[in-house]
């Protein structure tokens, strides 16, 4: 019979505890930000803004193309949580394709063509590389989750995003 460890270390670090973690960071995002809009055109990071405008001082064009603004990394953030909280069935009834989808896609044509398929036999080595990387993503959305509601209500409070 399978143990479950009730000790607040194990659950602590729990693949569901940081799943968790991560969707109530996402739904406080979410109820902190009324008008996602007004996140538009705001850079990811406060570095950011002063090297935008150091550029420009400088007549050199910026490449908006690889700078993400808050609103498209909110856009980001909601769109993972919403497929972790509903998995890929939602994305099938409106037709979208998600990167899980898309990566799943890959494998099996890398798999059809002869490509290079993982090794079945090593089954626990991918299991454990694939919940370290799983928990890195998770760990590292939650703080940006937490970073971009801090900054909303920081640059709110100030109304330096009312223009």
């Not at 991560?22 to 960071?25: G, S």
């Given at each position: 019979m399978m143990q479950i460890c009730q000790d607040s270390y194990c659950n602590k670090h729990s693949l569901l505890n940081v799943m968790n973690r991560?969707?109530?960071?996402a739904n406080n995002m979410d109820e902190t930000i009324m008008v996602p809009s007004l996140l538009r055109d705001?850079?990811?990071?406060?570095e950011d803004e002063d090297s935008i405008t150091q550029n420009n001082n400088d007549n050199e064009p910026t490449c908006p193309g690889k700078q993400r603004d808050m609103y498209e990394h909110y856009l980001l953030l909601k769109s993972i949580k919403n497929e972790m909280e509903?998995?890929?069935?939602?994305?099938e009834m409106t037709g979208?394709?998600?990167f899980l989808e898309m990566a799943v896609k890959q494998e099996e044509q890398q798999q059809v063509n002869g490509g290079p398929a993982e090794d079945c036999?090593?089954?626990?080595?991918q299991f454990h590389f694939h919940l370290r990387g799983l928990f890195g993503v998770l760990?590292?959305?939650?703080?940006?989750?937490?970073?971009?509601?801090?900054?909303?209500?920081?640059?709110?409070?100030?109304?330096?995003?009312?223009?």
């Open positions: 991560f969707i109530a960071a705001v850079p990811l990071d406060e509903w998995g890929l069935l939602k994305r979208g394709a998600s036999s090593d089954l626990e080595g760990s590292k959305l939650t703080v940006q989750a937490d970073h971009l509601t801090n900054r909303y209500k920081r640059e709110i409070g100030g109304g330096s995003l009312l223009r």
